[in-house]
Antibody, heavy 119, light 109 residues
């Protein structure tokens, strides 16, 4: 069965960086895109960006460009999302979500990773 | 790209039908027919329930249906059940960015 398993909760200080992982299993890793979506406490969903794990090419939401990096490791079927220059506004649950290529929807989601930014 | 507009909350009694709207600020956002819907229970990851405006993934109850008129997409839940109490989000592919709706809390009275 398809599973997306994310790394554990993180606590970071302002101005630091955080790197969250998402390991996929149960399907051919390179046949699907992967997205990152975040949700601040009590707020809605916010799309952050997409990576094609096969080629490594990415597209980021304008809001995050310059401080977000998404990478993939096909040997371990894992995608990573690194966000730098953290502020308290980045406190949120971060989800990875799978997209069948060009389908424009997210059919499987990771369990979420809580990132707390606090001094 | 601005978020899609959804009502903050919708309520209904068990067995009733409710409809959640999802409106784009420009016809481009919803007009591409790439609208999907997600259900999210408290503390859980979102669950995919509708894609391409009105298609249901395998395993999703046929009590959930989607439609679209102009730049407004809608999700209808018929035969409302207690387990339907959750947050619901629409999402549209608007070219490069994906845009989520503001979210709707469904209350089952």
């Amino acid at each position: 069965q398809v599973q997306l398993v994310q790394s554990g909760a993180e606590v970071e200080e302002p101005e630091a960086s955080v790197k969250v992982s998402c390991q996929a299993s149960g399907y051919t890793f390179t046949n699907y895109y992967m997205h990152w979506v975040r949700q601040a406490p009590g707020q809605g969903l916010e799309w952050m960006g997409i990576i094609n794990p096969s080629r490594g090419n990415t597209n980021y939401a304008q809001k995050f460009r310059g401080r977000i990096t998404m990478t993939s490791d096909t040997s371990t079927s894992t995608v990573y999302m690194e966000l730098s220059s953290l502020t308290s506004d980045d406190t949120a649950v971060y989800y990875c979500a799978r997209e069948p290529i060009d389908a424009c929807y997210f059919d499987y989601w990771g369990q979420g990773t809580l990132v707390t930014v606090s001094s | 790209q601005s978020a899609l507009t959804q009502p903050a909350s919708v309520s209904g009694s068990p067995g009733q039908s409710i409809t959640i709207s999802c409106t784009g600020t420009s016809s481009d956002v919803v007009s591409r027919n790439r609208v999907s819907w997600y259900q999210q229970h408290p503390g859980k990851a979102p669950k995919f329930i509708i894609y391409d405006v009105n298609k249901r993934p395998s395993g999703v109850s046929n009590r959930f249906s989607g439609s679209k008129s102009g730049n407004t997409a809608s999700l209808t839940i018929s035969g409302l059940q207690p387990e339907d109490e959750a947050d619901y989000y629409c999402c549209s592919y608007a070219g490069s960015p994906y845009v989520f709706g503001t979210g709707t809390k469904v209350n089952v009275l």
